[in-house]
């Protein structure tokens, strides 16, 4: 039997306006969950309880919405949560607020560059999708290291889950990007000595 070195639940947090609107934004003080991400956090939340009863550490990133949602898991587990300020959602520079719809109308020769290179090439103020794994590798690298043989949630956000998985599976990263993560939804990662594993992906309870 191998031996499972930690147990990482990555929860995206509960849904937002923007997120609805499905715009790309990456500000830590706007906008909070609303009353749909308070819903699917509380019901996600019952749904963890039961099947991951015990969890020794909840980590946040900094973001107001991920903080917001770490509260209800943290309530629920009575431990408080640890921010880490690197779990931040990726830097949409040029294009943050806006919808691809928008960019595409506003930036589609930006757009065109990135559906030929989505690795390398993102707008001015931003981070390629390189850059985006290459800082979650390293702090969910650092996590597991600190947390041999525990379990742990990890609240952040959707760029972010979508590295996690695609590092793990060997996805690249040009394809990353088809990775669903639903607001309010859990994945399970579990990592061993010299590999990992994916559980489930995107679950949000019914």
Not at 26 to 55: A, C, F
Not at 76 to 91: P, S
Not at 104 to 131: A, I, S, V
Request: charged share 25%; hydrophobic share 30%; proline share 5%.
């Amino acid at each position: 039997m191998f031996k499972r070195k930690c147990k990482v639940i990555l929860i995206r947090h509960g849904a937002t306006i923007y997120s609805e609107q499905k715009r790309l934004y990456d500000g830590e003080d706007y906008p909070p969950i609303n009353q749909k991400g308070k819903t699917e956090m509380e019901n996600l939340t019952k749904w963890l309880s039961i099947r991951t009863p015990h969890v020794d550490t909840i980590y946040t990133s900094s973001s107001l919405r991920a903080i917001q949602s770490a509260r209800i898991l943290s309530k629920q587990y009575d431990i408080d949560y640890k921010i880490i300020d690197g779990l931040y959602e990726r830097k949409a520079g040029l294009w943050g607020g806006l919808t691809f719809e928008q960019i595409e109308d506003k930036y589609p020769d930006m757009l065109e560059k990135y559906h030929e290179n989505p690795y390398e090439y993102w707008p001015e103020g931003g981070e390629t999708t390189q850059e985006v794994r290459s800082r979650i590798d390293e702090i969910i690298t650092s996590l597991v290291k600190e947390n041999q043989y525990k379990t742990i949630l990890i609240v952040t956000h959707e760029g972010v889950v979508q590295s996690a998985i695609a590092s793990i599976l060997d996805i690249p990263p040009k394809n990353q990007g088809k990775i669903i993560i639903p607001t309010g939804s859990a994945t399970q990662l579990n990592f061993y000595d010299d590999w990992a594993t994916l559980t489930y992906c995107s679950h949000v309870p019914l």
